[in-house]
């Protein structure tokens, strides 16, 4: 064996730590697998409907990879909209990720710019949802990530593709799909509160929501709202700090 050459026993190793890392990740990523092919399968049939191939529909998931902006991107498509209209809604829409990459951006310190674009493709509500709540786990790193984020990215292929094959035969409303999404949310919000100060944000980013329904077009009240209550969340974190370490007493 010449110096260069790596022991039999270390590359086992690496390739066993490899297999874990994959196996963690995609056994992770399961949950949002389940809540995908409801979903997928519903805006395969609406694209379909709308007039795109299972071919345009598949690249438009591996390009976009959003369900909520390709659900109103399809419907825009439907009512004959423009491109621009199309492009400024979608981007509107998908502001939150801003928020969501400022708060994984303290577990991906170590990434280089390669890694973080390609983490960054992966970023979804859900996987989102799932990581920050793995991040707190001493077991989880990036790797693990990265492997949940592409393990719902080829389950939300495949079942918008399967969904477009199959749009002549699945009604649109069928099977409860209709309710299927915000069931899933439903689930990521309660796996996200771990005290009062969470319950109170999550109230106020929903009672916010409705209010600036009423007032703002579109659907920037979503970034509107969350944005006020998350504000609203780090100072009321920011001021019961203060008074606990004055004991109580501001």
Same mark, same amino acid.
């Given at each position: ?39 997928? +399968?519903?805006? %395969?049939?609406? *694209?379909?409907?709308?007039? &795109? #191939?299972?071919?345009? =529909?598949? $690249?438009?998931? /591996? !390009? ?12 825009? +498509?439907?009512? %004959?909209?423009? *491109?621009?209209?199309?492009? &400024? #809604?979608?981007?509107? =829409?998908? $502001?939150?990720? /801003? !928020? ?151």
């Amino acid at each position: 064996m010449t110096s260069g050459e790596e022991p039999p026993r270390t590359q086992e190793r690496n390739t066993d730590g490899c297999s874990a890392i994959i196996r963690d990740g995609v056994a992770a990523a399961w949950p949002i697998c389940l809540g995908y092919a409801p979903i997928g +399968l519903a805006f %395969g049939v609406l *694209a379909q409907k709308a007039g &795109l #191939t299972p071919a345009e =529909i598949g $690249l438009m998931s /591996l !390009l976009v990879f959003a369900g909520s902006a390709q659900f109103i991107a399809v419907s825009m +498509l439907s009512g %004959g909209a423009a *491109a621009l209209p199309i492009i &400024l #809604t979608t981007f509107t =829409i998908n $502001l939150r990720h /801003l !928020l969501m990459s400022s708060s994984l951006a303290v577990h991906l310190k170590c990434l280089n710019a390669g890694w973080l674009t390609l983490y960054a493709y992966g970023v979804t509500d859900e996987s989102f949802a799932l990581n920050m709540t793995r991040f707190r786990e001493k077991t989880w790193d990036w790797r693990r990530a990265l492997a949940l984020n592409h393990t719902a990215n080829l389950a939300w292929i495949a079942s918008t593709v399967l969904g477009g094959y199959g749009g002549l035969f699945i009604p649109a409303g069928a099977f409860g799909i209709d309710y299927a999404l915000p069931a899933m949310f439903i689930c990521l919000l309660v796996l996200q509160i771990r005290g009062g100060l969470y319950v109170a944000v999550a109230l106020i980013a929903g009672l916010l929501a409705v209010a600036f329904s009423m007032l703002i077009p579109g659907n920037a009240y979503i970034v509107a709202a969350t944005a006020a209550a998350a504000t609203f969340g780090v100072f009321l974190k920011e001021w019961k700090g203060r008074a606990s370490e004055n004991g109580g007493v501001l």
